[in-house]
C-alpha cells in the first residue's frame, strides 16, 4: 500500500507472480493429507471398537464351531457302542426299558456288562435246550417198559405187589422227568408275546382263585391301585403270577397264619406310566445268599426244586420290558414287578 498524504487515498500496489506446478501439486497434498488426518483422528475410537467387535465374533464362532465339533465327534464316537450294547442288551433282556441311572458306569463298562449277560444268558439257554433234549429221547420208552411190565404181570399173585410198586415208582418219576423237560423248554424258549390291553386286577383275581380254594388255611389278599388296563401277554403274565403264588405258598407253609398279599401301584418311571406288582408273603423269605442270584437259573433252596421257576419268571418280565427285584423285608418275602403300562 502506496499513501502520499493525509487527505489523499491510498493505493494499492498487487503483484503477480507464477508459482511452480509442483510446488502447487505438493501444497495442495499437503492440505488433502491434512484433511484426512483429521477424519481419521476423529473416527479412531469406532474404528477401534469396530476391529474389537469383529475380532469378538470371530472368536465366538469359532468356539461355538470347536464346541459343536467335539460333540459331534463324541456322539459319532459313542453312538456304534451304545447301539452294540443295545443289540446286546436285547439279546439277554429284550427292548429293555427302565435304564438305571448309574453315573459311575461309562459306555464301555456298559458294553462290557451288556456283553457279559448275554453270553451267560445264551449259555444257560443252550443247557436248558441241550439236558431237554437228551432227557426227553430215553423216558417214552421207559413209561411204555414199566406199563408192560404192570400189564404183563396183572395176573401173578406172587410179585405182583412188588411189580406193581416198582412200575409206580418208575411212571411217576418218568413224569417227574418230563415236567422237569417241561420247564427246561420254557426257559430255553421265547414265543412271540401277544399284547393285549388287560384288566390286571382280574387277572390276579383269577389266578388267586386257582390256589385259595385248594389253600384254605392261607389268606389270600389283593390291594388295588389306581391302575387298571395293562398292555399284556395274557398267558404269559398269569403263568409268571402262577409261579411266584407257588413260591410264596411252598414259603407259607411254616407259618402259623399263612398270608399272602398283592397289591398294585401306578407309578412313572423315566417319565413312563408303569404298573408296580408286589408280593408280599409272611413266609421263610429269601437267605441273604440267595438274593443276588434268585433269578438265575437251578438257583433254590427247596429240596425238589428244580431252580428254573423265578427264572422263567425274570424271563417273562424281560420279555415285557419290565423289571423284578426282591425287596428287603423283616418277615417273609416281598417281590416287587414294575411292567410298563403300554408297550411300545
Known sequence: MISFSLNEKPIFLQALFSVDPKLS??????EETYARYGTLSFMKTPIQYSYAL???IVVMLALLLAIYGSFEFADRLVKPIESLEKQTDSKNNPEKRFPPNNENEDEITALVNSFMAAQKEAAWSDVAKRMAHEINNPLTPIQLSAERIQKKFAGSSEEKEFIDASTKTIISQVDVLRDLVSAF???????KLRFKKTDIHNLIKESIRLYSQQYTNISFELKKGDIKIV??????IQQA??????N??????GSKEPKIELETKLTKINSRDCCELLFRDNGQGFDKSMISTAFEPYQTSKKQGKGLGLAIVKSIIDEHKGEIN??????????????PIVQN
Do not use: H, P, W
Open 248 to 253: 410264596a405258598i411252598d414259603a407259607c407253609q
Open 326 to 339: 426282591i425287596e428287603k423285608s423283616s418277615l417273609g418275602a416281598t417281590i416287587k414287578i414294575t411292567l
Open 231 to 236: 398292555e399284556i401277554d395274557i398267558n404269559k
Open 25 to 30: 501439486m505438493m501444497a495442495y497434498s499437503v
Open 54 to 56: 469383529t475380532l469378538g
Open 241 to 246: 403270577l402262577s409261579n411266584l403264588l407257588l
Open 185 to 191: 423248554s420254557n426257559f430255553a424258549e421265547r414265543e
